[in-house]
């Protein structure tokens, strides 16, 4: 038997609808919008560049951020210009202590920023905000 397509009004005033396998992924990004989160995931940039980025990264990366908490999931994107690293850590104080520690260092004469990324989206694969 064929599935129904599930359907979503998100409200009046986005007259907004969404149905099948967006249908997770658009609602977890509206609702990351415009509100705080208590949030475990940390984006690190300016780290390395994209000729910069080898097998030993993630590792080198994993064992940074071990020191401020238990890591989950690590995941580095590379694009043409720019190294996004993720962390995800156990819990959000975590994500804090190294997020306070980590910011503003320098790594192979490079200022590292970090900050806070939604939950919602590490967790539906976009890591474009």
Known sequence: AAAAAAA?????????????NTQRYMISKKLAEGRTEDTKVILMSNMVGPEE??????????DECSKYGNIKRVVI?????????FVEFS???QC?????????RFF?????????????????GD???
């Open 53 to 62: 980025v080898d097998d030993e990264l993630e590792d080198e990366v994993r």
């Open 127 to 129: 890591y474009t905000a």
């Open 96 to 104: 804090k202590k190294a997020i306070e520690a980590l910011h503003g």
């Open 8 to 20: 979503v009004d998100t409200g009046a005033e986005d007259n907004l609808l969404i149905s099948g």
């Open 77 to 85: 994107i590379s694009r043409d210009d720019e190294v996004r690293i």
């Open 91 to 93: 819990d959000n104080s």
């Open 108 to 124: 192979a004469k490079r200022q590292i920023q970090v900050r806070e990324y939604s939950q919602a989206l590490f967790e539906c």
